[in-house]
């Protein structure tokens, strides 16, 4: 365990660490399935973002009442008198479930997706290489750099055959720039839990993240739309918030631990091999060979990844 101001923070194993994330990636899989049925079955996408967002709020606070170390944490964050612009992770976040929203229709989840793991692993790159990363300053070796394109390749494998949608440059752009996003999202969360914990963290990204959710809400009509919205009764479709907390603190755990760019593979990896199971549960499209090749190949590509030294760790 290594000691930083105020709270110690654990770093596991990098065998764990992987295999913590890899179990997120599947559980983002089943909250992306949750939230766009969510969204579709209440007549207005964002209303799928605003319950999972309402969901991970209302565990929040239950961690608040219910868990010492978040209060502590939250208390070691106002003592410290972080700079303002590391609050700012739950921006990016709602920043991509709106582009997503929005782009997905057009481009098609297959495009989406490739933009947007391109963005995550050059960006995991980038970011790896300043001391905004929590894990320190990592050098860009070909092993991290073969890591990144091998993540990129096993997604484009995984959507081999499905229909791309039309080619608009600027929303493939957008794409990759939430992507990015992503990768500095998990690097202003990973500063507050080194400062402080992954709980603290946790809630401070629900808050700033819901906090900007609610006006884009009102203006494309979504809140309106509350009251009026005919409301599924499968308890699953709800889970999404809760999935999110937990994913939450899953990647700030393995980003402490391994970094941004491994961390984002090994989420890859997850998302891929959790679509695998999704599409095998009754009344799914059944198996897919190519995304358990890709979900195969993401895995190789966090292990080409690792081979990278470490550099000395940032300050925080």
């Known amino acids: 365990m290594r000691r930083v101001p105020g709270l110690p923070v654990k770093v596991l194993p990098g065998w764990a660490a992987i295999g913590l994330t890899v179990l997120a990636g599947v559980g983002s899989a089943a909250q992306n399935l949750a939230n766009a049925e969510m969204g579709e079955r209440t007549g207005h996408p964002i209303i799928g973002a605003l319950v999972n967002n309402a969901g991970g709020v209302a565990l929040v606070l239950l961690g608040l009442l219910a868990l010492p170390s978040m209060r502590s944490g939250l208390g070691v964050l106002r003592r410290t008198r972080l700079p303002w612009w590391t609050y700012l ?170 970094g941004l760019l491994r961390t984002g593979l090994a989420l890859v990896a997850g998302q891929l091999g959790g679509a695998l199971l999704l599409d095998l549960r009754p009344g799914g499209p059944g198996a897919s060979l190519a995304v358990l090749v890709g979900a195969v190949l993401t895995l190789l590509a966090v292990v080409v990844s690792g081979r990278a030294a470490r550099g000395t760790p940032a300050a925080t």
């Open 89 to 258: 992770g739950g921006l990016c976040g709602a920043f991509f479930i709106v582009a997503a929203t929005y782009v997905v229709p057009v481009l098609g989840v297959a495009v989406y997706t490739i933009a947007q793991v391109a963005g995550n692993s050059g960006g995991g790159l980038v970011v790896d290489r300043t001391r905004l990363a929590p894990a320190g300053r990592m050098g860009l070796t070909r092993s991290r750099v073969a890591g990144a394109l091998l993540g990129i390749a096993a997604v484009a494998l995984a959507q081999f055959g499905r229909p791309v949608g039309d080619l608009a440059v600027g929303l493939v752009l957008l794409g990759v720039a939430c992507g990015v996003l992503i990768a500095v999202q998990g690097a202003l969360n990973g500063r507050i839990s080194t400062v402080a914990n992954p709980a603290a963290a946790t809630a401070v990204n629900f808050g700033v993240s819901s906090a900007a959710m609610l006006p884009v809400a009102a203006v494309t009509g979504a809140l309106a739309q509350l009251g009026t919205a005919d409301w599924p009764d499968e308890w699953y479709l709800y889970v999404g918030g809760p999935l999110g907390v937990a994913i939450t603190v899953a990647l700030l755990v393995g980003i402490r631990s391994m």
